[in-house]
């Protein structure tokens, strides 16, 4: 089974609102973690990463919090924007390679 | 400074057929990693290419393979196509193995029938 997964499949939030997307993971070793943002048609777009020795990091209206008691990472993202609408997923590195959940579609309503 | 670039961008094949995919890396990296993203999932790894050599593999079959170029760029190829291979087959490039820095590239989108 995967041990990145995500909470929810789809969030709506309204322009202007704060959005949380979940992700729980199952490897107690994994020190890196990355969310990445996919536009469709589109690769990947790294977001904001942080490593297993930080509770939290901030970058441009993104915040990532990881709570390692219980293997638990969440992505807010400050006043959501329209073109904030896309899939979000969660990877965790395991070494040479991201080992990635499912994702979470965000669609930001007007 | 150009990104990852991948060819082409859509491709139709028939069951049974061979594929190969192109990748070329952001200017700087020298390793390129190939993941497969079925539709409403997740990237999956499928190997990792570094000094022209595969290094590391995910859970794939021998169909897929790989190749890199002494310009780093990199093929991805694909035997006996089956209908489960559409996807989206997504390049990411990095400095050194380690997966931090990736930039991935838009993806080259499989579709087998």
């Known amino acids: 089974g995967e041990s990145v997964g995500l909470h929810l499949p789809t969030l709506s939030v309204q322009e202007g609102d704060n959005s949380i997307i979940n992700c729980a993971y199952s490897?107690?070793?994994?020190?890196?973690f990355i969310w990445y943002k996919q536009e469709s048609g589109k690769g990947p777009q790294f977001i904001i990463d942080i490593r297993s020795n930080m509770d939290k990091r901030q970058g441009q209206r993104v915040t990532v919090l990881l709570n390692k008691t219980v293997k638990h990472l969440s992505l807010q993202i400050a006043a959501t924007q329209p073109g904030d609408s896309a899939v979000y997923f969660c990877?965790?590195?395991?070494?040479?390679?991201?080992?990635f959940g499912k994702g979470t579609s965000l669609l930001v309503t007007p | 400074d150009a990104g990852v670039t991948q060819s082409p961008t859509h491709l139709i094949k028939t069951r049974g057929q061979q594929v190969t995919l192109r990748c070329s890396p952001k200017?700087?990296?020298?390793?390129v990693s190939w993941y497969q993203q079925a539709l409403g999932q997740g990237p999956q790894f499928i190997f990792q290419y570094y000094e022209e050599e595969e290094r590391q593999r995910g859970n794939f079959p021998d169909r897929f393979s790989g190749h890199q170029f002494p310009n780093y760029s990199s093929e991805l190829n694909v035997n006996a196509l089956l209908l489960g291979d559409s996807a989206l087959y997504l390049c990411?490039?990095?400095?050194?193995?380690?997966?931090?820095?990736?930039?991935f590239g838009s993806g080259t989108r499989l579709t087998v029938v």
């Open positions: 990411a490039s990095s400095f050194g193995q380690l997966a931090y820095g990736y930039t």
């Open positions: 200017s700087g990296h020298d390793t």
């Open positions: 490897n107690s070793a994994s020190d890196y």
């Open positions: 990877a965790e590195e395991t070494g040479y390679a991201l080992n």
